[in-house]
């Protein structure tokens, strides 16, 4: 063995601890970074296997009512390739002994066979047979959920009819791989389900014989979007079209999406964080490390060893601590990467998702290491093994010390001996105590962002089911109902109160820029369902003009006071002009509201109304349940404490794990940064402090001076700890806005003093550890070492 392998197995075990540290903090950074690749690669290999195996469309258009005859010259719009029709309805359930009431999507199929496009995978039992009108197949959480089988059947009110279906399969769809009703944002398996019926039997059901509700196709290669859906808008306006919409639109497909955009933020922000954390790190211990072996290479290099063997020897050393902390991190993110997979197949119904890590993934990340280190270490190493030999035997000059103007400005029995000597050690020492206390407050940032995930999440859920929506029960009809149904719903058991809305869809215009969405009509004073301010104070709908929430004002570049464009897709579809009056601030959705009087003008239909939100007497929901089933003409019955229960379950589930994941890595690296401080300052000056003890001084005042100086640099760090914090929590807040949800920017003292008391905790172990160092310390031997 090489006299430089043999330095390099001793210099590994002497700094043992110190190289564990350095080496969790690279764990930490290739944790994130593999975890969140394999997600990504998972949830991707798993999208785009199923989508092309079961032919998932690339355009979907929903109608009121168009002929079968119209295919054909939809057929020859230039770029179409398969298309093909279908009827879409909605349906309410009853499941044997499951009280709360069940909605639900019924699809057609073609009569006894497959669909070109949106095909079933059958897990269990086969498609309807062909001329049977009473059996469907039915989406496999539902079934799950439920605990149903192939030949059990269902209670259902198709178009206001009472009728019994059986289930001929269980299965799943591309279309539907987030099975979630279309008001909600988080699957209810047990209160929400789809359904595959024979296209004949369900457009009897619907009186759509000869027609068609609903479009599907896919593009051939090269061709446009927006020019086939401009042609295929103005071929199908006069049936009612409310405006074709791309995957990006469709709502399962862009769950899917948002999932994948916040693991490549995770996989880019999070490990450049920490892997620059650990380039920091190493940079520090390696000039140290060189610094304490200065006659060591000094001698080295007199005896013929080269620069480059040399630099070799502590590059090895760097390497070494880089395979370490890159091994751990490969385990423990192919660890969390399989939870996380399992946690995402509950909510992404994918027939498979294979969880593993890609070979390129495992180089890519021992590289960005590999990067880091070296990165952290040439400049230190390099400047040391570069000196002549001569220079590097002379000892460096000693330091001057002298009164600092924070000594000066304390009082002197304040300080005390052991005050004034921390204060001026550190005084002599400003670059590095400052890179000391970037290091620590990086820490405290970090963690200052897992507390911060989890008090936005449940601002942002409190907010939103507390203050918004502040009714128990959301009923839908099936088409536009008289306003004097209200009256009959007030008179159903356990109803405390009745509030009803108008709902359309409306495509609005900005200048050049629109966007597709709902308005919104109610009354002028919302009760069950508030528009709140920006200070989360509810508002009046004004006498004139659109209320707007801030996300969907920012996506179209409008300010209050500009003019609107709003094309309503329903009815006449008229074109209007309504002024921006009022911005509202909703963490969930974007949407458009004003008072339901008005829209039913523009509409220019009498109080029409298409929904209404309930309040109720919890001791008499079933009650109410069972008189709720009677009613003909309600489509759709959303019980939104379950809604709420539901994004709480997934929260806990995944963001939950994430914050808790993302809060032990920073508390490593809290650990990490001051304990190679601790011992990079114990071994500088470890002679020091043999002197002291051996004129006399206690180990207890003997630790004072060194322990002081570890919670002087702690307490320092935490201001700046706390801003860095806000900075990142900015960005990430940034990162995790789109119209789906928006995750507020809040701070609460909470999240502030978790992050300090994370970072003294750290400070506090690494001071335990330190005294038990002190307590064997070899003065002896440290006083004979050459100075």
Known sequence: MQTLDRKLYRDLWRLKGQALAIAMVIASGVMTLVMAITMLDSLTSARDRFYASHHFADIFVQVKRAPLGLLESLQRIEGVNLIEPRVLASVRLSVPGFGDPVRGKLVSLPDGRQPLLNQLHLIEGSLPEPGRDDQVVVSDAFAEAHDLTVGDSLEAIINGRHTRLTLSGIGLSPEFLYQVAPTDLMPDYQRYAVLWMNHRALSQAYAMEGAFNSLTLTLQAGAREDDVIDALDQALERYGAIGARTRHDQQSHRFIEEELNQQRITATVLPTIFLAVSAFLLNVVMGRIVQTQREQLAVLKAFGYRDMELARHYGLLAAAIVLLGWAIGVLLGTWAASGLAGIYLEYFRFPEMRSTLPAWALALSLLVSLLAALGGTWHAVWRAVSRPPAEAMRPPAPHRFRRSWLERLLPAPLLGSEGRIVLRNLARHPAKAGFSVLGIALSAGLLMIGAYQLAAVDRMIDQQYRQVLQ????????????????????????????????????????????????????????????????????????????????????????????????????????????????????????????????????????????????????????????????????????????????????????????????????????????????????????????????????????????????????????????????????????????????????????????????VLAASLVVGMLVYRRLGRLDKIRVLKAVE
Do not use: C, K
Not at 553 to 579: K, N, Y
């Open 471 to 758: 009714m128990d029960i959301e009923l839908i009809f099936n088409e536009s109902t008289p306003a004097r149904a209200a009256g009959e719903l007030r008179h159903l058991p356990g109803v405390l109160a009745v509030e009803t809305w108008r709902q359309v869809p409306v495509t609005l215009v900005h200048e050049h820029r629109q966007y597709r969405t709902s308005l919104l009509g109610m009354a002028q004073e919302p009760g069950l369902r508030q528009v709140l301010d920006e200070q989360s104070q509810p508002q009046r709908l004004p006498e004139a003009g659109v209320m707007l929430t801030r996300y969907l004002a920012e996506v179209l570049d409008a300010r209050v006071g500009d003019e609107l464009e709003v094309e309503i897709m329903e009815g006449r579809r008229q074109r209007v002009s309504l002024p921006l009056t009022a911005l509202v601030d909703e963490p969930l959705g974007m949407g458009a509201y004003l008072r339901r009087d008005t829209l039913n003008a523009l509409l220019q239909e009498g109080p029409a109304i298409s929904g209404a939100w309930l309040l109720v007497d919890a001791a008499r929901t079933t009650e109410l349940h069972a008189a709720l089933w009677e009613l003909p003409g309600v489509a759709s019955i959303g019980m939104l404490t379950e809604a709420e229960q539901g994004i709480r379950d997934y929260l806990d589930e995944t963001i939950l794990m994430v914050a808790i994941i993302f809060i032990a890595i920073a508390s490593s690296i809290a650990f990490g940064v001051v304990y190679n401080n601790a011992r990079i300052a114990f071994a500088e000056r470890a002679r020091e402090l043999a002197t002291l003890q051996v004129l006399g001084y206690t180990r207890a005042e003997v630790s004072r001076i060194l322990l002081g100086e570890i919670a002087l640099l702690t307490l320092v760090a935490i201001p700046p700890g706390w801003i860095i914090g806000v900075f990142f929590s900015h960005l990430l807040h940034q990162a995790f806005s789109h119209d789906l949800f928006r995750i507020p920017l809040v701070f609460t003292p909470q999240a502030f003093g978790f992050a300090a008391l994370g």
